[in-house]
């Protein structure tokens, strides 16, 4: 009987070993970023707004300098309404996520709510994954900032219109690039289809601002 016992708990003891290294497995591939069991959708709030913001800052407050330059050949007309670009443009961020941000945790305080009254199961760390509306409003205008002021410091010291404007493009251009390049390689996506994206989409806004200013400024409308 008791080699019949001992013959038992071999089998049971390497299925729990078995089961316990699994789970161990499975949880290693969960938490490395770079399994590819990783969940890179998880990325996709917090990126999307830094590079939404980023993006944002710099592609407006270059635009808006662009467009003061197209009819303004002083340096300091350009700087002053880059300037109030960056500063109304990152109030603006931080108010617009506040409230959307607000917004989707009454949502999911709401469904908490709903959830206990009907005897669902809610977990313990329901309360942890709450978005932080102040945190995003902060994060998305510092991040604007960080944009906005790429342009500006561009054109800050150069005296010379023409190359001010070429320098603003040459400066913006390239961060264009490196947001491009982030917002893929955290995301795990083509790097040049998204730097060709979001350098093209900057390429437009700011001709058309220009090409539009310089056209009303010319009618003296």
Not at 70 to 86: D, N, P, S, T, W
Request: proline share 2%; glycine share 10%.
């Amino acid at each position: 009987m008791a080699s019949l016992e001992q013959g038992n708990q071999q089998p049971r003891k390497n299925v729990e070993l078995s089961i316990h290294e699994n789970h161990l497995v499975s949880m290693e591939q969960h938490q490395d970023p770079k399994g590819e069991d990783f969940n890179y959708a998880k990325r996709g709030q917090w990126l999307r707004a830094a590079i939404l913001g980023a993006n944002d800052g710099l592609v407006s407050v270059a635009s808006l300098m662009m467009g003061v330059g197209a009819v303004k050949r002083e340096v300091m007309a350009m700087i002053l309404a880059g300037f109030a670009g960056l500063v109304a443009g990152a109030c603006s961020m931080a108010i617009g996520e506040f409230v959307s941000v607000y917004t989707q945790r009454d949502i999911q305080v709401a469904q908490m709510k709903r959830d206990k009254r009907n005897n669902s199961t809610v977990g313990d760390n329901e309360d942890e994954q709450l978005p932080n509306p102040f945190q995003a409003a902060i994060a998305s205008a510092l991040a604007f900032a960080v944009g906005a002021v790429v342009p500006l410091l561009a054109a800050a010291f150069i005296r010379e219109h023409k190359v001010r404007l070429g320098m603003v493009i040459a400066a913006s251009s390239l961060t264009l690039l490196v947001f491009g390049w982030v917002g893929a390689a955290l995301g795990r996506t083509s790097v040049v289809r998204s730097a060709v994206r979001v350098l093209v989409g900057g390429w437009m806004a700011m001709a058309v601002t220009f090409g539009l200013t310089k056209l009303i400024g010319s009618t003296g409308l």
